[in-house]
């Protein structure tokens, strides 16, 4: 249940699912009071069908996303998550032994879960499945240990019954000679005549991809994935291919891949051998080649793609520009800290429409090192100078305005301290919209939520943010800041003991 209890410290409502007999069948949930976990153990959705379950199943990937399926039976079953469907949802695979055996479906119920929400969720379901996996050895070990040999029962050779035996003939004889045996015979073999069947063309096998509905070409999916080389080359010249939905033929957050069409679904299916393929694609002149390449990376998320996602950041293409922010979101802050230097500094183009994209990117990803960089162009006169300004009070939940010595000097006594304290205080401003963007910012980061409103009377809101700040001094901050002695500890060592 620590899974669980961790997605259900992301959202409002979570709940475990496992996956046996061809179906998810719901186990248990966890949620806010007021929300229904009871009716999860009603829950059985088939796997036959084409649903984001399906999916997540079969590519043993997390889905963050619609939960609707299309299928009215389906659909019907999400409102026993919580008695509402939610606008999107995560399903989270726990893996063993190459196949899936449960599932955690946690989401807000009202409001959107994005991948930045749950990103740490990613690796306590790794070590779900290596728990539960030593788990199974253990029990096993136990069941069939070497059984102990009996004990060995006395014998009397008194009791042992004999019988008397004749003594041979004295002097040797030599022995008769057997008959000769009959050689059997062995009738000649038939001729047999087998003609190798000709494989299919590997165009062949993507125009059948292609012409068919989501989830019914899984052999020629196989074919495909097997004769990986082949595909590439062909997937090079036909990508993205022929397409189930156009992207501008629906609203919001952009669809999974293989809902767009059947190449999608099989350059996700490759894995990361395509991310040569996607990197290419993602400079293509064409805007719509560069959008489902991007689209693609969103659920891959290939290490080698970082940095061609953040030249995507600028792209003239906003739907492009979009998908490459959320696909950035998932990548750790290790392998993003190099790579977003293009971002800090497009901050001091020329160009305000490059400062406005890169400001945008730098608060969706959470770039606090860019700070510095934001604060040296506020004082500019163009619309630049905005850009910096509001994308320094989303970061810091603080506004001092135009002026590049406020700013500094605040950030001056501040740098050193964690950009959910910068939240916390923010809690306190003046200013009806900094509240509003530091709570939202809070409850994002963070999952809790303690009861504040930005438009609570004062009283009301100072003691909230006091819930808050007590949350960070005796919870949050063994959370979110790493100690310095722990940046190099080996992990075979335990962790020195601290006092509470």
Do not use: M
């Given at each position: 249940l620590t899974l669980l209890r961790a997605a259900r410290s992301r959202a409002r409502w979570a709940g475990l699912l496992t996956v046996q007999g061809g179906a998810a069948i719901g186990r248990v949930a966890l949620a806010e009071t007021g929300l229904d976990v009871a009716a999860v153990s009603t829950v059985l959705v088939p796997l036959d069908a084409v649903s984001p379950f399906r999916t997540v199943v079969s590519n043993h990937q997390a889905h963050i996303g619609p939960l609707s399926s299309g299928d009215a039976s389906i659909d019907a079953m999400m409102l026993r998550f919580g008695g509402t469907m939610p606008p999107s949802a995560l399903i989270l695979p726990v893996v063993l032994r190459e196949r899936v055996v449960a599932l955690v479906v946690a989401h807000r119920v009202v409001s959107d879960i994005r991948l930045a929400d749950v990103t740490e969720l990613l690796p306590i379901a790794l070590a779900a499945s290596d728990a539960l996996g030593r788990l199974i050895v253990k029990h096993k070990s136990a069941g069939y240990r070497t059984p102990v040999a009996p004990s060995a029962v006395p014998i009397e050779a008194a009791q042992i019954e004999t019988k008397k035996s004749a003594k041979a003939a004295e002097g040797w004889a030599a022995p008769a000679v057997p008959a000769a045996a009959e050689t059997p015979s062995i009738p000649e073999p038939a001729d047999v005549h087998m003609e190798a069947e000709v494989p299919r063309s590997i165009e062949d096998v993507l125009d059948a991809i292609e012409q068919a509905r989501e989830g019914y070409a899984e052999d020629e999916q196989n074919e495909a994935v097997e004769r990986a080389n082949e595909t590439l080359g062909a997937l090079m010249t036909r990508f993205p291919g022929t397409l189930r939905v156009e992207r501008f033929g629906v609203t919001g957050r952009p669809l999974r891949a293989a809902q767009y069409g059947g190449l999608l679904e099989l350059v996700i299916r490759l894995g990361s051998v395509s991310s040569e393929l996607l990197i290419e694609k993602m400079s293509a002149p064409q805007r719509d080649v560069r959008f489902y390449a991007t689209v693609c990376c969103m659920e891959l998320r290939p290490r080698n793609a970082v940095?061609?996602?953040?030249?995507?950041?600028?792209?003239?293409?906003?739907?492009?520009?979009?998908?490459?922010?959320?696909?950035?979101?998932?990548?750790?802050?290790?392998?993003?800290?190099?790579?977003?230097?293009?971002?800090?500094?497009?901050?001091?183009?020329?160009?305000?429409?490059?400062?406005?994209?890169?400001?945008?990117?730098?608060?969706?990803?959470?770039?606090?090192?860019?700070?510095?960089?934001?604060?040296?162009?506020?004082?500019?006169?163009?619309?630049?100078?905005?850009?910096?300004?509001?994308?320094?009070?989303?970061?810091?939940?603080?506004?001092?305005?135009?002026?590049?010595?406020?700013?500094?000097?605040?950030?001056?006594?501040?740098?050193?301290?964690?950009?959910?304290?910068?939240?916390?205080?923010?809690?306190?401003?003046?200013?009806?919209?900094?509240?509003?963007?530091?709570?939202?910012?809070l409850r994002r980061l963070t999952g809790e939520y303690f009861g504040y409103q930005s438009d609570l009377p004062r009283k009301e809101r100072d003691l909230a943010a006091e819930r808050w700040a007590a949350w960070?001094?005796?919870?949050?901050?063994?959370?979110?800041?790493?100690?310095?002695?722990?940046?190099?500890?080996?992990?075979?060592?335990?962790?020195?003991?601290?006092?509470?």
């Open positions: 940095f061609a996602l953040v030249e995507r950041l600028f792209d003239q293409d906003y739907g492009v520009r979009g998908c490459a922010i959320e696909a950035l979101s998932g990548y750790p802050i290790a392998d993003l800290n190099h790579a977003l230097a293009r971002a800090r500094r497009a901050v001091h183009s020329s160009d305000p429409e490059v400062v406005g994209a890169a400001a945008a990117a730098i608060v969706e990803l959470g770039d606090v090192e860019a700070i510095a960089d934001l604060i040296g162009v506020i004082e500019r006169s163009d619309r630049g100078g905005d850009h910096a300004r509001k994308a320094l009070v989303s970061l810091t939940a603080q506004d001092f305005g135009p002026s590049e010595r406020r700013w500094r000097k605040w950030y001056e006594a501040a740098r050193s301290r964690h950009r959910v304290e910068w939240l916390i205080d923010g809690l306190a401003h003046k200013e009806d919209a900094v509240r509003e963007t530091a709570i939202n910012v960070w001094r005796e919870t949050g901050q063994r959370r979110f800041v790493i100690r310095e002695d722990e940046r190099v500890r080996p992990t075979a060592v335990l962790p020195s003991r601290r006092e509470p």
